[in-house]
């Protein structure tokens, strides 16, 4: 496709639940980002891969959160014994190297 | 750390008025600066861009210039739409091109 697409749109998991999001990113952008947007904040940002090396993990917020990615294309954010409190919309960016971010639609991630 | 502050909404206008959202950031070193925007149901969209100091970006008639002496790069358009209504996101570019983000403020045009 031609853009970012990001599955699935939405997620409804109960606490304590494993979620895998998935990212695929613009067919030859190098650079992979996640951001997450809890309601009526900003994005904040999560991990960034170069190819399928991640040289930034600095904004995962625990050791739940953790993210691959393979053949510099698919990645997947994966969070393990979900809390409510990681109720957000995870957005997915890609780029050429040092160029512009084109975000995917996201998924809102519900925990209940 | 690097970070943006942008003035808190909802910001609520009547159609053809003057907008102003103000953005303020703090970095190390010399980020390029952004303005994305979030309609209504839709994913974010870059809306326009500054990537040194007194630069302006523009599109769709919304400007901001990028001000190093104030740290600021604040969103301007003379006539707002109804169409525009939206949350606007300033942002800053960090270690990586990772970006940074203000909290986003919410635009409400008004017929």
């Known amino acids: 496709g031609a853009g970012v697409s990001q599955s699935p749109s939405n997620k409804v998991t109960e606490k304590g639940k494993d979620v895998e999001l998935r990212c695929d990113p613009i067919?030859?952008?190098?650079?992979l980002y996640w951001y997450r947007q809890r309601l009526g904040q900003g994005l904040e940002f999560l991990i960034y891969?170069?190819?399928?090396?991640?040289?930034?993990k600095s904004g995962l917020p625990s050791d739940r959160f953790s993210a691959e990615r393979t053949g510099e294309s698919v990645s997947t954010l994966t969070i393990q014994r979900t809390q409510q409190e990681d109720s957000a919309v995870y957005l997915c960016?890609?780029?050429?190297?040092?160029?512009?971010?084109?975000f995917g639609p996201g998924t809102r991630l519900t925990v209940l | 750390g690097d970070s943006v502050t942008q003035m808190e909404g909802p910001v609520t206008l009547s159609e053809e008025a003057f907008l102003t959202i103000n953005c303020t950031y703090t970095?190390?070193?010399?980020?390029?600066l952004f303005w994305y925007v979030q309609y209504p149901g839709e994913g974010l969209q870059l809306l326009l861009k500054?990537?040194?100091?007194?630069d302006k970006g523009s599109n769709k008639g919304f400007e901001a210039t990028y001000r190093k002496e104030t740290t600021s790069f604040h969103l301007e358009k003379g006539s707002v739409q109804v169409s525009d209504s939206a949350v606007y996101f300033c942002a800053l570019t960090g270690g990586y091109n990772k970006l940074i983000f203000g909290a986003g403020t919410r635009l409400a045009v008004h017929p």
């Open positions: 960016a890609s780029s050429s190297v040092m160029g512009e971010q084109f």
């Open positions: 067919s030859g952008h190098t650079a």
């Open positions: 500054a990537t040194k100091a007194d």
């Open positions: 970095a190390t070193g010399y980020p390029s």
């Open positions: 891969f170069q190819g399928n090396s991640a040289p930034d």
